[in-house]
Protein backbone atom coordinates (compact mmCIF):
# COMPACT_ATOMS: atom_id res chain seq x y z
CA UNK A 1 0.00 0.00 0.00
CA UNK A 2 2.68 2.41 0.80
CA UNK A 3 4.02 1.50 -3.13
CA UNK A 4 1.17 2.52 -4.40
CA UNK A 5 0.93 5.72 -2.23
CA UNK A 6 4.22 6.61 -3.15
CA UNK A 7 3.30 6.25 -6.70
CA UNK A 8 0.05 7.67 -6.62
CA UNK A 9 1.29 10.70 -4.38
CA UNK A 10 4.06 11.44 -7.33
CA UNK A 11 1.44 11.47 -10.42
CA UNK A 12 -0.52 14.13 -8.38
CA UNK A 13 2.22 16.18 -8.23
CA UNK A 14 3.11 16.30 -12.21
CA UNK A 15 -0.83 16.30 -12.44
CA UNK A 16 -0.85 19.97 -10.87
CA UNK A 17 1.90 21.04 -13.47
CA UNK A 18 -0.49 19.75 -16.08
CA UNK A 19 -3.19 22.07 -14.85
CA UNK A 20 -1.34 24.61 -13.90
CA UNK A 21 1.43 24.83 -17.22
CA UNK A 22 -1.46 24.16 -19.81
CA UNK A 23 0.34 21.15 -21.09
CA UNK A 24 -1.38 18.52 -22.93
CA UNK A 25 -1.61 15.23 -21.65
CA UNK A 26 0.74 13.63 -24.60
CA UNK A 27 3.35 16.00 -23.86
CA UNK A 28 3.44 15.32 -20.37
CA UNK A 29 3.40 12.04 -20.18
CA UNK A 30 6.40 11.93 -22.68
CA UNK A 31 8.43 13.87 -20.31
CA UNK A 32 7.26 11.46 -17.20
CA UNK A 33 8.50 8.06 -19.46
CA UNK A 34 11.68 10.23 -20.45
CA UNK A 35 12.16 11.52 -16.60
CA UNK A 36 11.88 8.00 -15.30
CA UNK A 37 13.41 6.48 -17.90
CA UNK A 38 16.39 8.51 -17.20
CA UNK A 39 16.63 7.38 -13.46
CA UNK A 40 16.32 3.78 -13.96
CA UNK A 41 19.39 4.18 -16.45
CA UNK A 42 21.19 6.08 -14.27
CA UNK A 43 20.70 3.72 -11.12
CA UNK A 44 20.59 0.05 -12.84
CA UNK A 45 22.94 1.07 -16.01
CA UNK A 46 20.42 0.39 -18.77
CA UNK A 47 16.75 0.60 -18.90
CA UNK A 48 15.84 -1.22 -22.15
CA UNK A 49 14.47 -3.88 -20.86
CA UNK A 50 11.66 -1.50 -18.86
CA UNK A 51 8.02 -1.22 -19.65
CA UNK A 52 6.64 2.15 -18.52
CA UNK A 53 3.20 2.54 -18.38
CA UNK A 54 1.74 5.77 -17.16
CA UNK A 55 -2.19 7.06 -17.11
CA UNK A 56 -1.88 10.58 -15.55
CA UNK A 57 -6.03 10.79 -15.39
CA UNK A 58 -5.54 7.86 -12.72
CA UNK A 59 -2.50 8.51 -11.25
CA UNK A 60 -0.96 5.24 -12.00
CA UNK A 61 2.30 4.38 -12.83
CA UNK A 62 3.36 1.57 -13.59
CA UNK A 63 7.02 0.15 -14.01
CA UNK A 64 7.84 -3.15 -15.64
CA UNK A 65 11.15 -5.29 -15.87
CA UNK A 66 12.11 -7.88 -18.34
CA UNK A 67 14.23 -10.50 -17.50
CA UNK A 68 15.90 -13.71 -19.19
CA UNK A 69 15.87 -16.96 -16.60
CA UNK A 70 19.63 -18.28 -16.20
CA UNK A 71 21.00 -20.70 -14.26
CA UNK A 72 21.43 -20.00 -10.37
CA UNK A 73 25.37 -20.26 -11.50
CA UNK A 74 25.20 -18.05 -14.43
CA UNK A 75 23.71 -14.97 -13.44
CA UNK A 76 25.61 -12.24 -14.14
CA UNK A 77 23.49 -9.30 -14.16
CA UNK A 78 21.00 -9.04 -12.30
CA UNK A 79 19.01 -6.32 -14.01
CA UNK A 80 18.96 -8.36 -17.41
CA UNK A 81 18.96 -11.70 -15.87
CA UNK A 82 16.64 -13.46 -13.03
CA UNK A 83 18.23 -17.01 -11.55
CA UNK A 84 16.22 -20.28 -11.91
CA UNK A 85 15.45 -20.12 -7.97
CA UNK A 86 14.13 -16.73 -7.78
CA UNK A 87 11.90 -16.81 -11.10
CA UNK A 88 10.58 -19.93 -9.74
CA UNK A 89 9.17 -18.08 -6.68
CA UNK A 90 7.77 -16.34 -8.75
CA UNK A 91 5.88 -18.93 -11.08
CA UNK A 92 7.32 -22.77 -10.89
CA UNK A 93 6.77 -23.11 -14.09
CA UNK A 94 9.66 -20.99 -15.52
CA UNK A 95 12.52 -22.62 -17.09
CA UNK A 96 16.27 -21.22 -18.22
CA UNK A 97 15.75 -18.77 -21.32
CA UNK A 98 12.03 -17.72 -20.72
CA UNK A 99 11.96 -13.94 -19.83
CA UNK A 100 9.96 -13.02 -16.36
CA UNK A 101 8.37 -9.92 -16.42
CA UNK A 102 7.93 -8.20 -12.85
CA UNK A 103 6.82 -5.06 -11.48
CA UNK A 104 9.02 -2.21 -9.63
CA UNK A 105 8.07 0.63 -7.50
CA UNK A 106 9.37 3.99 -6.95
CA UNK A 107 10.18 3.08 -3.25
CA UNK A 108 12.40 0.33 -4.60
CA UNK A 109 14.96 2.83 -6.09
CA UNK A 110 15.08 4.87 -2.86
CA UNK A 111 14.10 8.02 -1.75
CA UNK A 112 16.80 9.43 -2.55
CA UNK A 113 16.43 9.04 -6.29
CA UNK A 114 12.92 9.99 -6.15
CA UNK A 115 13.26 13.32 -4.55
CA UNK A 116 15.94 13.99 -7.61
CA UNK A 117 13.20 12.47 -10.00
CA UNK A 118 10.89 14.90 -8.51
CA UNK A 119 13.43 18.08 -9.20
CA UNK A 120 14.19 16.81 -12.72
CA UNK A 121 10.65 16.97 -13.43
CA UNK A 122 10.24 20.06 -12.23
CA UNK A 123 13.33 21.42 -14.21
CA UNK A 124 11.64 19.52 -17.55
CA UNK A 125 8.20 20.31 -17.18
CA UNK A 126 9.25 24.53 -16.28
CA UNK A 127 11.66 24.33 -19.78
CA UNK A 128 8.84 22.59 -21.48
CA UNK A 129 6.03 25.92 -20.41
CA UNK A 130 8.74 28.43 -21.32
CA UNK A 131 8.53 26.92 -24.83
CA UNK A 132 5.08 26.68 -24.60
CA UNK A 133 5.28 30.34 -23.76
CA UNK A 134 7.68 31.16 -26.44
CA UNK A 135 5.92 29.32 -29.19
CA UNK A 136 2.88 30.85 -28.49
CA UNK A 137 3.23 34.63 -28.42
CA UNK A 138 5.99 34.07 -31.28
CA UNK A 139 2.38 33.51 -33.36
CA UNK A 140 1.27 36.67 -31.82
CA UNK A 141 3.61 38.92 -32.67
CA UNK A 142 1.64 41.97 -34.52
CA UNK A 143 -1.22 40.70 -32.51
CA UNK A 144 -3.48 42.72 -29.83
CA UNK A 145 -3.29 41.45 -26.26
CA UNK A 146 -4.63 42.14 -23.38
CA UNK A 147 -3.41 42.30 -19.92
CA UNK A 148 -3.96 43.18 -16.20
CA UNK A 149 -1.48 45.05 -15.07
CA UNK A 150 0.46 43.47 -12.24
CA UNK A 151 3.24 45.65 -11.13
CA UNK A 152 4.39 49.06 -11.78
CA UNK A 153 7.93 50.38 -12.32
CA UNK A 154 9.70 53.15 -13.05
CA UNK A 155 11.04 51.90 -16.76
CA UNK A 156 8.42 49.39 -17.65
CA UNK A 157 5.04 47.84 -16.51
CA UNK A 158 4.84 44.15 -15.65
CA UNK A 159 1.37 42.32 -16.96
CA UNK A 160 -0.02 39.39 -16.86
CA UNK A 161 -2.58 37.70 -19.12
CA UNK A 162 -5.31 35.19 -19.09
CA UNK A 163 -3.17 32.41 -18.26
CA UNK A 164 -0.98 34.39 -15.73
CA UNK A 165 1.90 34.68 -18.04
CA UNK A 166 4.18 37.23 -17.31
CA UNK A 167 4.22 40.72 -20.52
CA UNK A 168 6.29 43.57 -20.31
CA UNK A 169 5.27 47.10 -21.79
CA UNK A 170 8.37 49.38 -20.90
CA UNK A 171 8.26 52.93 -20.32
CA UNK A 172 9.62 53.60 -23.65
CA UNK A 173 6.60 51.55 -25.64
CA UNK A 174 3.61 53.54 -23.69
CA UNK A 175 1.63 56.36 -25.24
CA UNK A 176 3.48 60.14 -23.19
CA UNK A 177 -0.52 60.14 -21.81
CA UNK A 178 -0.63 56.35 -20.70
CA UNK A 179 -1.88 56.48 -17.07
CA UNK A 180 -2.62 53.08 -15.38
CA UNK A 181 -3.48 51.56 -11.95
CA UNK A 182 -2.83 48.13 -10.77
CA UNK A 183 -5.67 46.10 -11.49
CA UNK A 184 -6.97 47.74 -15.02
CA UNK A 185 -6.64 45.96 -18.23
CA UNK A 186 -4.54 47.31 -20.62
CA UNK A 187 -4.50 46.66 -25.04
CA UNK A 188 -0.85 46.49 -26.75
CA UNK A 189 0.43 44.67 -29.23
CA UNK A 190 3.30 42.34 -29.23
CA UNK A 191 5.92 44.12 -30.71
CA UNK A 192 8.55 41.69 -29.86
CA UNK A 193 9.35 38.02 -28.12
CA UNK A 194 12.84 37.54 -26.60
CA UNK A 195 14.47 34.31 -25.91
CA UNK A 196 17.74 34.46 -23.46
CA UNK A 197 18.76 31.60 -22.44
CA UNK A 198 15.89 30.24 -22.58
CA UNK A 199 13.88 32.84 -20.40
CA UNK A 200 10.75 34.31 -22.94
CA UNK A 201 10.04 37.55 -22.37
CA UNK A 202 7.33 39.48 -24.57
CA UNK A 203 7.78 42.77 -24.67
CA UNK A 204 4.33 44.89 -25.65
CA UNK A 205 3.76 47.99 -27.42
CA UNK A 206 1.23 51.02 -27.57
CA UNK A 207 3.24 53.29 -29.79
CA UNK A 208 3.77 51.19 -32.63
CA UNK A 209 2.09 51.85 -35.49
CA UNK A 210 0.93 48.74 -36.15
CA UNK A 211 -0.97 49.04 -32.98
CA UNK A 212 -3.15 51.59 -34.96
CA UNK A 213 -3.39 49.40 -37.80
CA UNK A 214 -4.93 46.62 -35.63
CA UNK A 215 -7.16 49.36 -33.84
CA UNK A 216 -9.01 50.50 -37.21
CA UNK A 217 -9.67 46.40 -38.31
CA UNK A 218 -11.29 45.91 -34.74
CA UNK A 219 -13.27 49.27 -34.91
CA UNK A 220 -13.98 49.05 -38.75
CA UNK A 221 -15.87 46.80 -40.55
CA UNK A 222 -15.29 46.88 -44.01
CA UNK A 223 -11.30 47.37 -43.18
CA UNK A 224 -11.46 44.19 -41.03
CA UNK A 225 -13.29 43.05 -44.95
CA UNK A 226 -11.07 43.43 -46.11
CA UNK A 227 -13.37 46.26 -48.21
CA UNK A 228 -10.87 48.74 -47.31
CA UNK A 229 -7.19 48.62 -47.22
CA UNK A 230 -4.49 50.51 -45.29
CA UNK A 231 -1.87 51.35 -47.55
CA UNK A 232 0.45 53.25 -44.45
CA UNK A 233 0.53 54.67 -41.28
CA UNK A 234 2.49 57.78 -39.56
CA UNK A 235 2.34 58.12 -35.92
CA UNK A 236 3.56 60.26 -33.44
CA UNK A 237 1.94 58.63 -30.28
CA UNK A 238 -0.33 60.71 -28.19
CA UNK A 239 0.11 63.78 -30.57
CA UNK A 240 -1.19 63.19 -34.01
CA UNK A 241 -1.15 60.51 -37.13
CA UNK A 242 -1.61 59.41 -40.33
CA UNK A 243 -3.36 56.76 -42.03
CA UNK A 244 -3.52 56.38 -46.12
CA UNK A 245 -6.74 54.24 -46.97
CA UNK A 246 -7.89 52.65 -50.03
CA UNK A 247 -10.84 51.43 -51.45
CA UNK A 248 -11.30 48.65 -54.61
CA UNK A 249 -15.00 49.63 -54.74
CA UNK A 250 -15.89 53.04 -55.93
CA UNK A 251 -19.61 52.79 -54.38
CA UNK A 252 -16.99 52.70 -50.71
CA UNK A 253 -15.70 55.94 -49.95
CA UNK A 254 -12.87 54.75 -47.48
CA UNK A 255 -12.15 58.44 -45.65
CA UNK A 256 -16.17 58.07 -45.19
CA UNK A 257 -15.89 54.77 -44.30
CA UNK A 258 -12.90 55.17 -41.52
CA UNK A 259 -14.26 58.02 -39.95
CA UNK A 260 -17.94 57.15 -39.44
CA UNK A 261 -20.93 59.60 -39.30
CA UNK A 262 -19.59 62.39 -37.05
CA UNK A 263 -16.66 60.54 -36.25
CA UNK A 264 -18.27 57.98 -34.58
CA UNK A 265 -16.13 55.43 -35.56
CA UNK A 266 -12.47 56.73 -35.24
CA UNK A 267 -13.91 58.48 -31.68
CA UNK A 268 -13.36 54.82 -30.00
CA UNK A 269 -9.82 54.40 -31.13
CA UNK A 270 -8.67 58.17 -30.66
CA UNK A 271 -9.87 57.55 -27.02
CA UNK A 272 -7.77 54.60 -26.72
CA UNK A 273 -4.93 56.39 -28.04
CA UNK A 274 -5.01 59.33 -25.15
CA UNK A 275 -7.40 61.92 -27.68
CA UNK A 276 -4.24 61.05 -30.44
CA UNK A 277 -5.61 63.42 -33.60
CA UNK A 278 -5.71 61.24 -36.61
CA UNK A 279 -5.72 62.29 -40.06
CA UNK A 280 -7.40 60.00 -42.83
CA UNK A 281 -6.09 60.29 -46.54
CA UNK A 282 -7.53 58.81 -49.97
CA UNK A 283 -4.54 56.63 -51.25
CA UNK A 284 -3.31 57.48 -54.37
CA UNK A 285 -0.12 56.04 -56.39
CA UNK A 286 0.23 59.83 -58.30
CA UNK A 287 3.27 60.84 -56.18
CA UNK A 288 2.58 64.64 -56.57
CA UNK A 289 -1.16 64.30 -55.28
CA UNK A 290 -0.74 61.78 -52.75
CA UNK A 291 2.23 64.28 -50.91
CA UNK A 292 -0.05 66.84 -51.39
CA UNK A 293 -2.81 65.07 -49.49
CA UNK A 294 -0.26 63.96 -46.79
CA UNK A 295 0.26 67.46 -46.24
CA UNK A 296 -3.63 68.55 -45.47
CA UNK A 297 -4.60 71.08 -44.63
CA UNK A 298 -1.97 73.10 -46.47
CA UNK A 299 -2.86 74.14 -49.88
CA UNK A 300 0.33 73.42 -52.53
CA UNK A 301 0.65 75.61 -54.67
CA UNK A 302 3.77 73.23 -57.09
CA UNK A 303 5.67 70.38 -56.47
CA UNK A 304 8.92 69.08 -57.73
CA UNK A 305 9.49 65.56 -57.56
CA UNK A 306 13.71 64.76 -57.08
CA UNK A 307 12.79 61.38 -57.47
CA UNK A 308 16.74 59.63 -57.72
CA UNK A 309 17.30 61.59 -54.36
CA UNK A 310 13.62 60.74 -53.05
CA UNK A 311 13.24 64.25 -52.20
CA UNK A 312 9.85 66.39 -52.99
CA UNK A 313 9.97 70.58 -52.74
CA UNK A 314 6.97 72.06 -52.55
CA UNK A 315 6.18 75.62 -52.86
CA UNK A 316 3.90 77.23 -51.08
CA UNK A 317 2.16 81.13 -50.18
CA UNK A 318 3.50 82.21 -46.96
CA UNK A 319 0.39 82.27 -45.15
CA UNK A 320 0.11 78.04 -45.92
CA UNK A 321 3.86 77.66 -44.51
CA UNK A 322 2.95 77.03 -41.21
CA UNK A 323 -0.18 75.05 -42.13
CA UNK A 324 2.24 72.68 -44.03
CA UNK A 325 4.61 72.10 -41.05
CA UNK A 326 2.16 71.46 -38.15
CA UNK A 327 2.72 72.38 -34.50
CA UNK A 328 6.39 71.96 -33.63
CA UNK A 329 6.92 70.33 -37.27
CA UNK A 330 4.21 67.18 -36.89
CA UNK A 331 2.01 67.60 -40.14
CA UNK A 332 5.33 67.58 -42.22
CA UNK A 333 7.29 65.00 -40.37
CA UNK A 334 4.21 62.35 -40.28
CA UNK A 335 3.74 63.40 -44.15
CA UNK A 336 7.40 62.43 -45.22
CA UNK A 337 7.19 59.19 -42.88
CA UNK A 338 3.69 58.66 -44.52
CA UNK A 339 4.86 59.29 -48.57
CA UNK A 340 8.43 58.05 -48.14
CA UNK A 341 9.60 61.48 -49.71
CA UNK A 342 12.03 63.89 -47.95
CA UNK A 343 9.55 66.96 -47.80
CA UNK A 344 10.81 70.44 -48.27
CA UNK A 345 8.78 73.59 -47.58
CA UNK A 346 8.98 76.84 -49.62
CA UNK A 347 7.89 79.96 -49.55
CA UNK A 348 6.08 80.95 -52.70
CA UNK A 349 8.10 84.10 -53.90
CA UNK A 350 6.42 86.64 -56.54
CA UNK A 351 9.20 89.11 -56.42
CA UNK A 352 12.86 88.00 -55.05
CA UNK A 353 14.26 90.37 -53.29
CA UNK A 354 17.82 90.75 -55.20
CA UNK A 355 19.27 91.97 -51.76
CA UNK A 356 18.50 88.87 -50.39
CA UNK A 357 20.77 85.46 -50.34
CA UNK A 358 19.68 81.69 -50.87
CA UNK A 359 20.74 79.59 -47.74
CA UNK A 360 23.33 77.26 -49.64
CA UNK A 361 25.68 80.06 -50.36
CA UNK A 362 26.32 79.68 -46.34
CA UNK A 363 27.04 76.20 -46.33
CA UNK A 364 30.90 76.93 -46.11
CA UNK A 365 29.65 79.01 -42.66
CA UNK A 366 26.82 77.05 -41.49
CA UNK A 367 26.65 73.13 -41.51
CA UNK A 368 24.36 71.62 -44.21
CA UNK A 369 22.39 69.48 -42.00
CA UNK A 370 21.16 72.62 -39.72
CA UNK A 371 20.54 74.59 -43.35
CA UNK A 372 18.64 71.47 -44.50
CA UNK A 373 16.27 72.06 -41.00
CA UNK A 374 15.89 75.63 -41.83
CA UNK A 375 14.59 74.58 -45.32
CA UNK A 376 12.44 72.31 -43.59
CA UNK A 377 10.34 75.06 -42.64
CA UNK A 378 10.00 77.43 -45.21
CA UNK A 379 12.91 78.79 -45.01
CA UNK A 380 15.23 79.08 -48.26
CA UNK A 381 17.21 82.50 -48.11
CA UNK A 382 18.75 84.35 -45.34
CA UNK A 383 15.97 86.78 -45.05
CA UNK A 384 13.53 84.12 -44.46
CA UNK A 385 14.98 83.09 -41.78
CA UNK A 386 15.35 86.51 -40.13
CA UNK A 387 11.95 87.67 -40.90
CA UNK A 388 10.93 84.35 -38.16
CA UNK A 389 11.21 84.76 -34.59
CA UNK A 390 13.94 83.00 -32.75
CA UNK A 391 11.65 81.17 -31.04
CA UNK A 392 9.80 80.31 -33.70
CA UNK A 393 13.06 79.02 -35.39
CA UNK A 394 14.61 76.73 -32.37
CA UNK A 395 10.94 75.45 -31.73
CA UNK A 396 9.94 74.49 -35.53
CA UNK A 397 13.25 73.84 -36.64
CA UNK A 398 14.02 71.72 -33.82
CA UNK A 399 17.72 73.03 -33.32
CA UNK A 400 19.47 74.45 -30.24
CA UNK A 401 19.46 77.52 -28.89
CA UNK A 402 23.36 78.16 -29.55
CA UNK A 403 22.95 76.87 -32.77
CA UNK A 404 19.91 79.50 -33.67
CA UNK A 405 21.83 82.36 -32.10
CA UNK A 406 25.19 81.00 -34.61
CA UNK A 407 22.61 81.21 -37.54
CA UNK A 408 21.20 84.53 -36.92
CA UNK A 409 24.60 86.16 -36.23
CA UNK A 410 25.97 85.18 -39.46
CA UNK A 411 23.03 86.00 -41.76
CA UNK A 412 22.94 89.51 -39.57
CA UNK A 413 26.42 89.95 -40.48
CA UNK A 414 25.88 89.48 -44.04
CA UNK A 415 23.55 92.48 -44.36
CA UNK A 416 25.70 94.81 -42.31
CA UNK A 417 28.18 94.19 -43.90
CA UNK A 418 26.47 94.40 -47.43
CA UNK A 419 25.20 97.88 -45.43
CA UNK A 420 28.80 98.62 -44.53
CA UNK A 421 29.90 98.49 -48.65
CA UNK A 422 27.48 100.51 -49.76
CA UNK A 423 28.85 103.42 -46.91
CA UNK A 424 31.59 102.72 -47.81
CA UNK A 425 31.00 103.08 -51.07
CA UNK A 426 29.21 106.30 -51.24
CA UNK A 427 32.13 107.12 -48.29
CA UNK A 428 34.35 106.90 -51.06
CA UNK A 429 33.01 108.60 -53.75
CA UNK A 430 32.23 111.67 -51.23
CA UNK A 431 36.06 111.02 -50.22
CA UNK A 432 36.98 111.18 -54.52
CA UNK A 433 34.73 114.55 -55.32
CA UNK A 434 37.03 115.91 -52.33
CA UNK A 435 40.18 114.60 -52.91
CA UNK A 436 39.08 116.45 -57.18
CA UNK A 437 38.56 119.58 -55.03
CA UNK A 438 41.52 119.50 -53.83
CA UNK A 439 44.00 118.81 -56.79
CA UNK A 440 42.04 121.36 -58.94
CA UNK A 441 42.23 124.06 -56.33
CA UNK A 442 46.17 122.93 -55.91
CA UNK A 443 46.43 123.52 -59.27
CA UNK A 444 45.21 126.68 -59.52
CA UNK A 445 47.37 127.46 -56.86
CA UNK A 446 50.85 126.68 -58.35
CA UNK A 447 49.71 127.58 -61.72
CA UNK A 448 49.24 131.16 -59.88
CA UNK A 449 53.10 130.60 -58.28
CA UNK A 450 54.51 129.73 -61.23
CA UNK A 451 53.51 132.88 -63.26
CA UNK A 452 54.48 134.95 -60.24
CA UNK A 453 58.07 133.64 -60.33
CA UNK A 454 57.88 133.94 -64.06
CA UNK A 455 57.42 137.72 -63.85
Known amino acids: MGKKKESISLIDTFSEFNELKNIDQATMISVLEESFRNVI ?13 INPDKGDLEIW ?44 FGRRTILNLRQTL ?3 ILELEKDN ?9 GEIVTGEVYQIWKKEMLLLDDEHNELILPKTEQIPNDFFRKGEHVRAIVARVENTNNNPKIILSRTSPVFLERLFEMEIPEINDGLITIRGIARIPGERAKVAVE ?7 PVGASVGMKGFRIHGIVRELRNENIDVINYTNNTSLYIQRALSPAKINSIAIREEEHRAEVFLYPEEVSLAIGKGGANI ?14 REIDNFDEE ?23 CSTAKNVLALSRD ?15 VLNILRAEFEDIDSDEELSDDDDAQSDDINDEDIYDEDTNSDDDEIEIN
Request: charged share 40%; proline share 1%.
Open 247 to 253: SYDDRID
Open 65 to 108: RNRTVVDDNELENPNMEISLSEAQKIDASFEIGEEVTDELHLVD
Open 392 to 406: KIIKEADLEEVTVDN
Open 133 to 141: LYNKYKEKV
Open 122 to 124: ASK
Open 356 to 378: DIYLDEFRDEIDGWIIDQLKKIG
Open 41 to 53: AKTLGTDENFDII
Open 333 to 346: KLASMLTGYNIEVF
